[in-house]
């Protein structure tokens, strides 16, 4: 199966920052994969660069085996939900229908006008007047109904209420699940990713600090508890991702094919979120040492 | 795509033909009436020779409305880079939409050449047809108007025939661009409006007098070329001539570039700061006031003085582009405007195709 997001030492400079930079990641297709990171990591970025938004400085990326964006055949096989999901204020919901009916060659109609009406919007209404959550429905009904093999929905339910954050990502999931559809989205709340993904990507500092399913990643990570220690002092083959220690004793999670059997430490599971957190906490971690050793 | 733009333009389009339609409207019922009262003026005037002061008085009587409407096919270009042009992109940019419809099945370049298109077309109709309308309306009033008026003046040039049409091309395309380097609509409509007038007054200034070689030549004195003759200061000796600047004779409605006195030898002769009416300069020419044709006791008037001097071979020497010129400059001047149109759509094109997100 051909991957849905191939990027090789992929980056993208902004004037003389890099807003991502060296990312290399084979996202294989049929996931729902979230891409999740602080803000300023360079989610966005990738994002853009996936849909053909922007153009890479350095390194490539194929989309579903093709530039991204240059022909109406890959414009027409990926789908991109922008942050703030943007629609046209002064058009109404039926018109923003028509307008992907004209612009696009797979519109499904009949999946369009059926959603529309079960999330109760009037397709007489200006989308100006739409709340932040329709307005986000209305964007993602276009995404879904141009039938795109790959969909991109950059924080997609940033602008939503707990309860309809809720029943967005689920009818997301039937969404994907309904059309075989791959998906990336993005967010800064990984509560919202844990719903929904079967796929991660961590992005901080634009880079890839991690990519891979979440099963395989729940079951390679661990958290390790035991006296203080220097995490030099661990066996070789857990990799730590963050330390923390205190008084008397050290937490680590570690990275590894198998749990240490040593009797000092205690195992124990990590989740998703604590997961990610450690890869940030890693980051941080190390702008801490930096800090220090320049102020000392 | 097409509906799409149609859709998000058709408000305005829609009130700009509204407007033209009652200015066309205007003109219709009222143009007929007016070259009516021209004919019946000429008829008149031509076999006492009073056509001049006819001339005047129509022109006059007319000339409020006739500087209205030259005065709006010059801006309505203006308005179309405005209005339409530079938010064309930026009003996208500034909503976020264009994420919307650049990730829809259609390539930006396709987008955008629907966009510059459809919009381009109707900008141009719209100046299109005002314009021809006021050349046709004003028909008589340009063939009676002071020659800083006529057809050929820089100003009224620009408002007759089919110039408007590629102004109102290139200004538009002149909005987009600037827009899309911009990207802001507010500093892009700023900088469209200061960037189209600079050129519009460049154009006519700099650039159109040498389009086409301007005729040379030089003119006896006469009524045509002489504004006035007075004696020069107290001391005898000497008439002051005030030369036209923008007329010579035989050539009515001409466009003069430049106009000289030369004295008998074909030197220039300068002025000594004097100044006259406006349209004229003051020249000094050396002439006996106390006796012939410019003694003031004699009677006889300025024309017997203006003879007099041209007798002792003082001429006006002009360039100027004859009004015969006026359709092939009209060409020219609008495939200039063309090539600029293309250009920067090229622009606009390169920079909407990558790197503008």
């Known amino acids: ?296 | 795509m097409i509906w799409l733009t149609w859709r998000q333009f058709r408000g305005s389009a829609v009130m700009t033909a509204a407007v033209l339609v009652v200015l066309g409207i205007t003109l219709a019922v009222t143009g007929p009436g007016l070259a009516s009262r021209y004919a019946a003026g000429i008829a008149d005037c031509a076999p006492n020779d009073t056509c001049t002061d006819f001339f005047d008085r129509f022109f006059g009587e007319y000339q409020i409305p006739f500087l209205a409407l030259t005065l709006v096919v010059l801006i309505l270009p203006a308005l179309a880079g405005l209005f339409w042009g530079a938010p064309l992109v930026t009003r996208e940019l500034e909503a976020g939409t264009h994420l919307l419809v650049w990730n829809q099945s259609v390539t930006r370049a396709r987008w955008l050449a629907v966009k510059l298109g459809l919009t381009g077309l109707v900008a141009m109709a719209a100046a299109g047809v005002c314009g021809l309308a006021v050349t046709w309306w004003s028909d008589p009033l340009d063939k009676s108007a002071v020659p800083e008026m006529a057809q050929m003046a820089p100003l009224v040039f620009g408002a007759r025939g089919i110039a408007p049409m590629a102004y109102a091309a290139f200004a538009l395309v002149l909005g987009v661009t600037v827009g899309v380097l911009v990207r802001r609509t507010l500093p892009a409509m700023a900088l469209t409006l200061a960037a189209f007038a600079a050129i519009q007054l460049a154009m006519p200034l700099l650039v159109r007098p040498h389009l086409m070689p301007p005729a040379t030549s030089t003119f006896e004195l006469g009524r045509t070329n002489v504004e006035g003759i007075v004696p020069h200061g107290r001391q005898g000796g000497a008439m002051q001539i005030f030369l036209s600047t923008s007329a010579v004779p035989g050539h009515a409605g001409a466009w003069v570039l430049s106009s000289d006195l030369v004295d008998p030898s074909g030197r220039v002769v300068v002025g000594d700061g004097a100044s006259g009416p406006s349209s004229t300069i003051a020249r000094s020419v050396p002439v006996s006031t106390t006796s012939g044709p410019c003694a003031p006791m004699r009677g006889l008037g300025a024309d017997a003085c203006t003879a007099e001097i041209n007798r002792l071979g003082y001429r006006q020497q002009a360039t100027y582009q004859p009004l015969e010129r006026f359709w092939p400059l009209q060409w020219i001047e609008t495939g200039i405007y063309a090539l600029l149109t293309l250009a920067l759509a090229w622009l606009c094109f390169r920079r909407v195709g990558r790197g503008l997100s």
């Open chain 1, 1 to 296: 199966m051909t991957a849905v997001l191939r990027a090789q030492a992929l980056g993208k400079k902004y004037g003389r920052r890099w807003a991502l930079r060296e990312c290399t990641i084979d996202i294989p297709a049929g996931h729902i994969v979230g891409l999740v990171g602080p803000n300023g990591a360079g989610k966005s970025t990738l994002l853009k660069l996936a849909c053909g938004q922007l153009e890479p400085t350095a390194g490539g990326i194929a989309v579903l085996g093709g530039r991204p964006g240059g022909t109406p055949a890959q414009l027409a096989k990926v789908g991109f939900v922008a942050q703030d999901t943007p629609v046209y204020a002064s058009l109404t919901v039926a018109e923003h229908l028509r307008l992907g009916a004209r612009l696009n060659p797979r519109w499904d109609d009949g999946m369009a006008r059926e959603r529309i009406a079960r999330l109760g919007l009037v397709p007489a209404h200006r989308a100006g007047k739409l709340s932040g959550g329709q307005r986000a429905q209305l964007a993602l009904t276009l995404g879904l109904a141009k039938r795109p093999d790959l969909l991109i929905l950059d924080e997609p339910a940033a602008a939503l209420d707990p309860l309809a954050r809720h029943e967005f990502l689920q009818h997301l999931r039937e969404a994907a699940s309904e059309h075989k559809l791959s998906v990336v989205l993005s967010s800064h709340l990984v509560s919202d990713l844990e719903q929904v993904c079967d796929y991660l990507v961590v992005l901080v500092d634009s880079r890839v600090q991690i990519a891979g399913r979440t099963d395989h990643l729940l079951t390679t990570h661990h958290r390790l508890t035991g006296p203080r220690c220097d995490p030099g002092r661990l066996p070789a083959d857990q990799y730590v991702v963050s330390a923390r220690h205190t008084d008397r004793q050290s937490t680590f999670v570690v990275r590894a094919g198998a749990p240490t059997h040593d009797p000092a430490w205690t195992v124990s599971r990590v989740s998703l979120e604590d997961l990610v957190l450690a890869y940030m906490d890693q980051h941080t971690a190390e702008h801490r040492r930096v800090a220090q050793e320049v102020r000392g």
